[in-house]
C-alpha cells in the first residue's frame, strides 16, 4: 500500500531554515506523474496548502505566506519530495503533512511537528 514517511521537523529558532522530507513508496504508477503537496495545520485550524509540486514537470504553487521563503522540490529517482523551509517564523508552527494525489486519489503522510520559538 502506499505509504509516505516525513521526516525533518523539529524546534528551530526564528530566522531559521528547516528542511522536511517525505519518502514514498508503493505507488502503483511512477513516482513522476503524483502532484505532492505540503501541508500544515495547527490545533483547531483547517488543513492549509503550503505548497504543491502538480507533477515532475508541472508548475509549483505556494500560499502566499511563505513565497519567498519556502521551497518545493523532487527527486523522482528517490521517490521523494522536499520542503526547504528558510527565514522561518513563529506563525510556520505547525504540524506538516505530506499528500501524494493523482485523479481522485489521495494519500497522506503521518505528519511532522515543526516549532519556530526562540
Known amino acids: 500500500q502506499v505509504q509516505l514517511v516525513e521526516s525533518g521537523g523539529g524546534l528551530v529558532q526564528p530566522g531559521g531554515s528547516l528542511r522536511l522530507s517525505c519518502a514514498a513508496s508503493?505507488?502503483?504508477?511512477?513516482?513522476?506523474?503524483?502532484?505532492m503537496s505540503w501541508y500544515r495545520q495547527t490545533p483547531g485550524k483547517e488543513r492549509e496548502l503550503v505548497a504543491a509540486?502538480?507533477?515532475?514537470?508541472?508548475?509549483?504553487i505556494y500560499a502566499d505566506s511563505v513565497k519567498g521563503r519556502f521551497s518545493i522540490s523532487r527527486d523522482n529517482a528517490k521517490n521523494t519530495v522536499y520542503l526547504q523551509m528558510n527565514s522561518l517564523k513563529p506563525e510556520d508552527t505547525a504540524v506538516y503533512y505530506c499528500?501524494?494525489?493523482?485523479?481522485?486519489?489521495?494519500?497522506w503522510g503521518q505528519g511532522t511537528q515543526v516549532t519556530v520559538s526562540s
Open positions: 508503493g505507488f502503483t504508477f511512477s513516482f513522476s506523474s503524483y502532484g
Open positions: 499528500k501524494a494525489h493523482r485523479f481522485q486519489a489521495n494519500y
Open positions: 509540486s502538480t507533477s515532475a514537470t508541472g508548475p509549483t
